[in-house]
């Protein structure tokens, strides 16, 4: 177990590395300038360079790289160019939204993903099957912005059941669905797939192995035999499908959270890279993989406890 965390830690710290410079890297060679992005278009050139000069965005490359990296690592992650506040603040604000968005789908999805999925293994080759598999895949496929378009028009515009745009709710359990039941649909669709797709393909497994077949000639009753025996060892996979898929959650809410104006760390994302807000996006960016790598890192622990068979492999 300890050689496994290394090697785990080693390769999370390689990979947030290499993260950090193409990061780096990208937001340099992005189009604009930042200082004529704060003073605007009627600036003079004297006004941007010198602008430029005082905010270190003409230092050497390799200068700016070491600079920033250590100031992340540090926790000194500067201030916003635009917003005249420390970036850290924004960051961990907005990432608290996204959280909060992520675990209300993760909620509401996984239950009913695994559901579905052992559904199709106990139905496995009939219509139940069939249907909950093709639906798996075909919700996949679709986009992110084209079902979020899809429920927009139809339950916020047609219907109005709904807000079209959505804001971090109260404590109100009713304003919970209100605010976040629309910008989840189109996460939860996604979602759909991959958990179920895994907890069928999982409980396909369970049910083929010897100890199944052992408990059925004992005679116990089939209940019995899914929950205790079934259940228990096909829902591993599963679990690191979860881990990873919330990683994606708080990271991938880019299209999601601007589409329904939801102010997660998605947004905060676009909006500093189109504003060119280079501290904010590079900190948040990174940030994201952060927690990614976290988050996959406990899915892997996770894993290995449940199935000792994964230490010795590692």
Do not use: E
């Given at each position: 177990m300890g050689r496994f965390l290394v090697k785990r830690l080693f390769l999370a710290f390689v990979t947030?590395?290499?993260?950090?410079i193409v990061l780096f890297l990208v937001a340099q060679v992005m189009p604009g300038d930042v200082g004529r992005a704060i003073l605007g278009p009627y600036a003079t050139e004297v006004q941007v360079r010198a602008l430029d000069h005082q905010l270190g965005v003409?230092?050497?490359l390799l200068e700016r790289y070491s600079t920033w990296l250590g100031g992340f690592v540090r926790g000194d992650w500067g201030s916003s160019f635009?917003?005249?506040?420390?970036?850290a603040s924004i960051a961990f604000d907005r990432l608290y939204n996204s959280l909060i968005l992520g675990g209300f789908a993760l909620l509401l999805i996984v239950p009913t993903s695994i559901g579905f999925g052992v559904l199709a293994a106990l139905n496995y080759g009939k219509w139940p099957d069939r249907v909950i598999s093709v639906a798996g895949l075909s919700l996949i496929a679709l986009p992110e912005f084209v079902t979020g378009i899809m429920v927009l028009v139809i339950f916020a515009v047609e219907l109005g059941w709904l807000p079209a745009s959505s804001h971090v709710p109260s404590f109100n359990p009713i304003d919970w669905f209100r605010q976040l039941l629309l910008p989840s649909i189109p996460l939860m669709f996604v979602l759909f797939g991959y958990i179920s797709?895994?907890?069928?393909?999982?409980?396909i497994e369970s049910l083929r192995s010897n100890y199944v077949r052992t408990a059925i000639l004992k005679g116990l009753p089939r209940s019995t035999v899914i929950?205790?025996?079934?259940l228990r060892n096909s829902l591993l996979p599963t679990i690191t499908v979860i881990s990873v898929q919330t990683g994606y959650l708080v990271g991938g809410l880019v299209v999601t959270e601007t589409l329904f104006?939801?102010?997660?760390?998605g947004k905060l994302v676009l909006d500093s890279a189109v504003q060119h807000d280079l501290p904010v996006?590079?900190?948040?960016?990174?940030?994201?993989a952060v927690l990614y790598m976290a988050l996959t890192l406990f899915a892997?622990?996770?894993?290995?406890?449940?199935?000792?068979?994964?230490r010795l492999a590692a």
């Open positions: 947030l590395f290499c993260v950090s003409d230092r050497p635009l917003l005249h506040r420390p970036v797709r895994m907890a069928r393909t999982g409980t929950w205790q025996h079934v104006n939801y102010p997660g760390i996006l590079q900190a948040t960016v990174l940030l994201v892997d622990v996770l894993y290995t406890l449940l199935n000792p068979r994964v």
